[in-house]
């Protein structure tokens, strides 16, 4: 079945560091592809998304972009604040939602 | 705020016992989708509803069930309730029904923190 695969965390930067968290998936045909935030507490907020091959998606300073060749969506932003601090989901909609296990950042000042 | 609304944010129950969560999608969402997350099963679906008929199944138990209403809010009921059940339930709404490889993003609710003991 269809599956996703992130980089596992903690990831720790300080302010203003790039940040890339991996993410690999495994689907048939083209699904389309998401980034969901958790900040602590709150439910899950749609970060950003691309429905086809090369699209890129971008909301907030993020951005990734869909690889099919590589089967990846990492996720990038050049410059990280410390409100940036939040669970990364990453996630494929196949017929269904199927979320990779969450990857933790941690932003010091 | 997502426009989604999930009630009650906090349930403390014990083993055993029969709870129902609600949650009213955004305004004209006529999809409605239920999600577990639990430390060690991570994010999992549950179930689709679309329109108030059953439109996908995941990994819902069978103790586990769900029904939309005709005013497209929803309901999950949980039963025989056991330990392992402590999760947070999260609704999420979208407009349609997103196919395969579909565009409909999906709106999550708050969550309900369930916690059996």
């Known amino acids: 079945g269809d599956s996703v695969t992130q980089m596992e965390g903690p990831v720790t930067l300080s302010e203003e560091a790039f940040l890339t968290i991996n993410c690999t998936y495994t689907a048939t045909g083209y699904p389309s592809l998401f980034w969901y935030v958790q900040y602590p507490g709150e439910g899950l907020q749609l970060l950003l998304k691309?429905?086809?091959?090369?699209d890129k998606g971008s909301n907030k300073g993020f951005e990734a972009t869909y690889r099919k060749e590589t089967t990846s969506f990492h996720l990038e932003k050049g410059s990280v604040q410390v409100s940036d601090s939040a669970v990364y989901f990453c996630?494929?909609?196949?017929?269904?939602?199927?979320f990779g296990a969450g990857t933790i950042l941690r932003v010091k000042s | 705020d997502s426009g989604v609304t999930q009630t009650p944010k906090h349930l403390i129950t014990a083993t055993g016992q029969r709870v129902t969560l609600r949650c009213s999608p955004r305004s004209g969402d006529l999809s409605v989708y239920w999600y577990q997350q639990s430390l060690d099963q991570g994010l999992q679906f549950l179930i689709q509803?679309?329109?108030?008929?059953?439109?996908a199944k995941g990994n819902i138990l069978e103790r586990f069930s769900a029904q939309q209403f005709p005013d497209l809010h929803s309901e999950l009921n949980l039963s025989s309730l056991e330990l392992g059940d402590s999760a947070l339930y999260f609704c999420?709404?979208?407009?349609?029904?997103?196919?395969?490889?579909?565009?409909?993003?999906?709106?999550f609710g708050p969550g309900t923190r369930l916690t059996v003991l």
């Open positions: 691309a429905t086809k091959a090369d």
């Open positions: 509803y679309y329109n108030g008929e059953e439109r």
């Open positions: 996630a494929l909609y196949g017929n269904k939602l199927v």
């Open positions: 999420a709404s979208s407009v349609g029904l997103a196919g395969r490889g579909g565009t409909d993003t999906q709106y």
